[in-house]
């Protein structure tokens, strides 16, 4: 072997230290980040110490902190202070640890445990009156409980817990508890199961002892010993458990226990607290200034060096105590004093570069996972190392150039550097030993967007400024330029095959056909075809369709040209997209294209149109990203920059949510007045309210935590709208002015990716009726109703009644006058009947006195004259009497007629006008009447008073008109 001379060693020596140290610092400045979401006090936590995580069965996540108790909904918290737990006692509430079941949770403080009912929002305190450290669950029915003084309870649920608002509540009836005499747990560590024990720390006087418990014998048994198995009390030491293996931490030394046996490592600095994610098979470990993500396998191989974390985040926040793992396998972590961290699942799948860098530029991306960005918003030069050798050649050339880029033919693997000064660009071709000069490109330009890809075939590249092309043979160097007579801001180019190329620009799509020495081209824009905007900033050629190129744009979204139809069509999609500005297009295996915007990632199903979209919050570098900046490497890795750096991923890493969303109310008022309930308002099933409380407002919670702002909600007021009326990102709902009756809100929503949970929330909802529409109110309005009408009814009758019973009286009295009038009549004619008598007596006394005094024959003849007087006057009198009574029998029709139109007429008026209407004369009335001539006027006269009658009025002639 020959030796080297000691020059020779101390040049390779620190060549070699050289190539090293750029190879770390490559590697350093390339690491996998992620960038999770901070949670603070700012959000609505209470307090910034989280101590303790738990998700219940429902989805809330509910955390723990030094002055207690919150539940998050994704959206907002609901804060319980420690006047909540109804304790009077001046004791510490810091709450160490959370565990529970489906109806209830355990709360270990440091003052007490404490049994919670969230449906009743009722808190009581077991009768241990110490504080406790840890609580682990067996299963729904068994819990084990560290006590701050090292004692291990066992915690049994006897029976099932009814759902009750008790105020005194029976633990013995639910519970039995019991002390293990055996064990002596240092409280402030975890306890942790690991096969079937728990592991926990010792707490003895001096030192610190890890331990098992085993659950079936509930014996504590010791560990194989290690160089730490005893730790002095006051020195730092930790532990995790991760699959079947445990790793002990201190501030020398780690140790993984595996299959058995210890094993012990370094590593680079001192580790302030690990914990196991369970799901995604990593431990992450807080160092003085970050997280470092490390998987399973690298642990129990002991490649627990910084650059072999799967991910990073950089943070001077770094202590935490406890971590969580939701339904959806989201990562939230507790920290001391500084909130909560929470790493969606999406954000393990997406590695993100170059943070606060905006990147504008194409990145190149090596068959060999070398990634270079020669950026021109700031001037730097990025880089990700892939092939050590290569990446350490790519670094010393874009070291010794001022501005640099590479292309590499797809066919051959040829990498070639580009040295861009002036008007010029040098080409240079990576050789074993590095870069070596091939070419100078005079471009008859200073500065301006340059374009380079290779054509595979012919091995030319290709170089696009301003308005020419320029040809090189990468075997010949032969250089041909062509112009376009265009000037064209450039934003892509698109080699389609050996003889055709598409420029995208401000100006439109430029189709460049060569033929031989020269080329043929044609500039489609707004102007000369259907294209809708101009500004192309992508193309891409179908896949399946080589007809068909997809066109990313700026202000029209994704287009289609039909290159042999000369074409441009819009996809079905309109309306759909979030974003109408398309910087980039790439495709996977699955049909989809990813398109970058400036609202986040747009994944479209060609054959389906489905949309996805993607955003910061599901791991993204931002939400806006940037011209040029996309690429597709070999590895299937997709690759976007944007404002806030680069963002790699694998697009089948990004798999649908299937975590089902379950969907709640959180809040309820009642005309602008939180709701007052003993339930809390996602447990209530029926709510009943009063006329007035016609006006609801809902707050609405679902509970799969990834990327809340993008859950989904639909419901519906069933008894007042028509089936599933709203679909919306919003999470309220408002019901105004319903009227009283029975309705039923409706609820579910979807999770981040737009899959709907088919079961759905829903409330019964009774207003009830007021009192003046009440079924009683009604019967009253009935029976008032009726009563009113039989009140009219019996008012008519009565007034009817009355009318009849005032003409029945006034008939009566009428008659009665009539009798009176012919009563007094009577009493006239007997009168004067009397008078005529007492008249007639006078006369026969008289006449009788004369024949008394007469003697002979006067005597005689007086007596004579006497007889015959007699005879007459009895005559008159009779024949008076009868047809006084026959003109009465035969105007009956007409008397009856005359009182229907005059009722106050007397029998003696109803014979006067009789009379009259025979034409008798005044004497002969008289005569008949056996009355004075003067008597019948005067009764005449009378008669026309009677009957209302003028003097103009013929008396004869009206009463001949009656009947």
């Known amino acids: 072997m020959k030796q080297l001379s000691p020059t020779s060693f101390l040049v390779k020596f620190l060549s070699l230290w050289i190539l090293t140290f750029l190879l770390t610092t490559i590697s350093g400045f390339g690491q996998k980040k992620i960038s999770p979401e901070w949670i603070t006090i700012d959000d609505g936590l209470s307090q910034g110490f989280i101590s303790a995580l738990y998700q219940d069965t429902n989805g809330f996540l509910w955390i723990g902190t030094k002055t207690g108790l919150d539940r998050y909904d994704g959206r907002s918290f609901k804060n319980f202070t420690n006047t909540s737990f109804d304790i009077t006692e001046s004791q510490n509430h810091q709450i160490r640890s959370i565990s529970g079941s489906r109806e209830f949770l355990l709360l270990a403080t440091e003052g007490n445990l404490y049994l919670h009912f969230p449906k009743y929002k009722k808190f009581y305190p077991f009768k241990f009156g110490k504080g406790f450290g840890q609580i682990y669950k067996q299963d729904d029915q068994t819990f084990w409980l560290v006590a701050a003084d090292g004692n291990l309870f066992k915690l049994h649920v006897k029976k099932q817990i009814p759902h ?152 001077k926040k770094t202590q935490f105590y406890n971590a969580l793992e939701d339904y959806s396998e989201n990562i939230w972590i507790g920290t001391a004093g500084y909130g909560l961290i929470k790493v969606s699942k999406k954000q393990m799948k997406i590695q993100h570069f170059f943070e606060g860098k905006s990147i504008y530029a194409k990145p190149f991306v090596s068959k060999k996972e070398t990634v270079f960005i020669n950026n021109p918003t700031t001037g730097e030069k990025l880089l990700i190392p892939g092939d050590p050798k290569e990446s350490e050649y790519i670094k010393q050339f874009s070291e010794a150039h001022r501005e640099v880029d590479f292309v590499q033919n797809s066919s051959d693997g040829t990498l070639w550097g580009l040295s861009i000064s002036g008007y010029y660009i040098d080409i240079y071709k990576l050789t074993p030993v590095g870069f070596r000069f091939f070419s100078r490109v005079d471009t008859k330009f200073g500065y301006h967007i340059r374009l380079f890809d290779i054509e595979p075939k012919t091995n030319q590249l290709i170089i696009a400024i301003g308005d020419r092309l320029i040809y090189i043979n990468l075997y010949t160097g032969q250089k041909k330029g062509y112009r376009h007579r265009r000037f064209l801001n450039l934003l892509s180019l698109f080699i389609e095959k050996e003889d055709r190329l598409w420029l995208g620009a401000e100006q439109g799509l430029l189709k460049v056909e060569k033929n031989g020495d020269s080329i043929k081209h044609h500039l489609l ?131 649908e949510n299937d975590y089902l969303a379950k969907s709640f109310i959180t809040g309820i008022e009642l005309n602008n007045k939180p709701l007052k309930s003993d339930i809390s308002y996602e447990y209530l099933k029926n709510l009943e309210l009063d006329y007035m409380e016609n006006n609801l407002s809902f707050t609405f919670a679902s509970t799969e935590l990834t990327a809340v702002q993008k859950n989904q909600f639909s419901y519906y007021l069933e008894g007042a709208e028509e089936d599933w009326t709203h679909t919306s990102l919003n999470n309220k709902a ?60 019996k008012f008519r009758e009565n007034r009817i009644n009355r009318i009849r019973e005032q003409e029945k009286i006034a008939l009566e009295n009428e008659l009665l006058e009539s009798r009176i009038n012919y009563k007094e009549k009577d009493l006239m004619d007997m009168a004067n009947a009397i008078s005529e008598n007492e008249r007639w007596r006078e006369y026969l006394l008289n006449f009788l006195r004369d024949i008394k005094k007469a003697r002979g024959r006067a005597k005689t003849k007086l007596y004579n004259d006497l007889i015959n007087q007699i005879k007459t006057k009895t005559s008159i009198e009779n024949s008076r009497k009868g047809y006084q009574k026959h003109i009465d029998t035969l105007n009956n029709e007409f008397n009856s007629n005359l009182l229907e139109q005059y009722p106050k007429l007397s029998k003696n008026d109803l014979r006067l006008c009789a009379l009259i209407k025979l034409d008798f004369t005044t004497k002969e009335i008289a005569l008949i009447q056996n009355i004075e001539v003067r008597s019948v006027y005067i009764n005449r006269s009378r008669l026309r008073k009677k009957m209302g009658l003028s003097n103009e009025t013929d008396l004869v002639a009206l009463l001949k008109s009656i009947s």
């Open 525 to 655: 824009h707004s102007k000369n075809s259907n294209l809708i905007s101009n500004r192309v900033a992508s193309i891409y050629q179908d896949k399946d369709d080589t007809t068909k190129l997809w066109i990313g744009s700026k202000g029209a979204g994704l287009l289609t040209y039909n290159i042999e139809k000369d074409f441009f069509e819009r996809p079905d999609i309109e309306g759909k997209f979030p974003d109408n500005t398309i910087y980039g297009i790439l495709e996977d295996d699955s049909q989809n294209l990813w398109l970058s915007s400036n609202k986040g990632l747009i994944r479209y199903n060609k054959t389906s149109n489905e949309i996805k979209h993607f955003t910061k919050n599901d791991g993204l570098q931002g939400n806006e990203f940037n011209t040029y900046a996309y690429k597709k490497g070999n590895n299937s890795l997709f690759y976007f920059g944007g404002t806030n750096g680069l963002s790699i991923f694998n697009p089948d890493d990004l798999t």
């Open 164 to 315: 009750t608002s008790s105020v005194d509540f029976d633990f013995d009836t639910y519970f039995s508890i019991e002390k293990n005499a055996h064990t002596d747990v240092n409280s402030y560590y975890k306890i942790s199961r690991f096969e079937n024990s728990l592991v926990y720390f010792q707490k003895q006087g001096s030192y610190k002892e890890l331990m098992l418990f085993d659950l079936e014998t509930e014996q504590p048994k010791s560990l194989p010993l290690f160089k730490y198995s005893k730790v002095a009390s006051g020195k730092k030491i930790g532990y995790v458990v991760f699959d079947d293996s445990i790793l002990v931490y201190t501030d020398e030394d780690l140790f993984v226990f595996h299959q058995g046996i210890w094993k012990q490592y370094t590593f680079q600095t001192k580790i302030i607290n690990a914990l196991n994610l369970k799901k995604q098979q990593k431990v992450v470990i807080s160092t003085l200034n970050e997280y470092l993500f490390f998987d399973y396998t690298s642990i129990r191989n002991g490649r627990m060096n910084r650059s072999n974390a799967s991910l990073i985040y950089p943070t």
């Open 734 to 793: 408002n019901y105004l002015n319903l009227r009283p009756g029975s309705y039923t809100l409706k609820l579910k929503s979807s999770n981040s990716d737009g899959i709907w949970n088919s079961s759905y929330h829903s409330l019964n909802i009774h207003i009830k009726a007021p009192w003046y529409e009440s079924n009683i109110a009604y019967f009253l309005y009935f029976a008032l109703i009726l009563s009113f009408i039989v009140g009219i009814v």
